[in-house]
């Protein structure tokens, strides 16, 4: 027979037991379920973005007939409705180069107004201009860094300076690639090359992304010159436990390198 003290011990031993798990159940239940909110709501959010940005698009491409936009405008569209960045339609066709999309929205009464960026819809002229020199230095820059005619290399890496800080950098960030592979690591040797001052935190976000070029963008950047791209560059190898090796083989891309 067991007594009551023994029945008050065996229970106060279970409960001491199963109450961590019991409560560790709990926590992970909670953790899950808001995980789960969090995710949902990203998405809700993400697919608002993806139906904004496809309406803008739509309007976009109509406003190249002036007709289609006088209709769409009458059945109530939006000339100043913002997509990602704060873009504006008018943003959009300059960005595209749809210099009749330009025209009859600014006929239509589509104003001039600032997107996230603080550039007006005329600045994505060059904007645009900046990105199809990135992605032509990409094209044309080696493993190594260099370009096969160095007068390319000259044109690329002056234009983009001309360009001027502010429109650099948007088109520098709308630009970077989401995956860092073999390609996606030439956007780094690309911008450092240009060495243009305050697009240091753009190029370390590629070091949060994946691809089995993060490990190159990591050491392109140890060896760039430039403090803060080295002292991303050393967190980035401490967290992903990576010792890191100095030795004399040259081959590096510097910061602001012609």
């Known amino acids: 027979m067991v007594d009551s003290a023994q029945w008050h011990f ?8 199963v109450g961590p798990v019991l409560l560790a159940f709990v926590g992970f239940g909670l953790y899950f379920l808001f995980e789960e909110i969090a995710f949902r709501r990203k998405l809700a959010v993400d697919d608002r973005r993806i ?38 339609p008018l943003h959009r066709a300059y960005l595209d180069g749809n210099t009749a999309a330009v025209r009859n929205l600014k006929e239509a009464g589509s104003r001039d107004v600032l997107n996230t960026d603080g550039l007006l819809p005329h600045e994505m002229t060059m904007v645009a201009s900046a990105m199809a020199l990135i992605e032509e230095g990409v094209a044309l820059i080696t493993d190594d860094g260099e370009y096969p005619d160095p007068q390319d290399g000259r044109r690329i890496t002056s234009a983009l300076r001309a360009v001027g800080r502010a429109r650099y950098r948007v088109a520098l960030d709308r630009a970077m690639p989401y995956t860092v ?6 956007y ?71």
Do not use: M
């Not at 065996?10 to 037991?17: D, I, K, R, Y």
């Not at 592979?181 to 030439?186: F, N, P, T, V």
């Not at 450092?192 to 001052?197: E, F, H, N, T």
């Open 51 to 88: 139906e904004t940005r496809e309406q803008q698009k739509a309007l976009v491409d109509a406003a190249s007939d002036r007709e289609r936009l006088e209709e769409l405008v009458r059945n109530g569209a939006d000339l100043d409705q913002r997509a990602d960045r704060g873009d504006s």
């Open 10 to 17: 065996v229970l106060g031993v279970l409960a001491f037991l």
């Open 181 to 186: 592979d073999r390609l996606g690591r030439k």
């Open 188 to 258: 780094a040797l690309v911008a450092i090359r240009v060495g243009q001052p305050g697009t240091e935190a753009i190029l370390c976000r590629l070091l949060k992304r994946r691809g089995p070029g993060v490990e190159r963008v990591a050491t392109d950047f140890l060896n760039s010159g430039n403090g803060t791209l080295r002292t991303a560059a050393e967190r980035w190898a401490l967290a992903n436990d990576y010792r890191i090796v100095y030795h004399n083989h040259g081959g590096s891309v510097t910061w602001g390198s012609p």
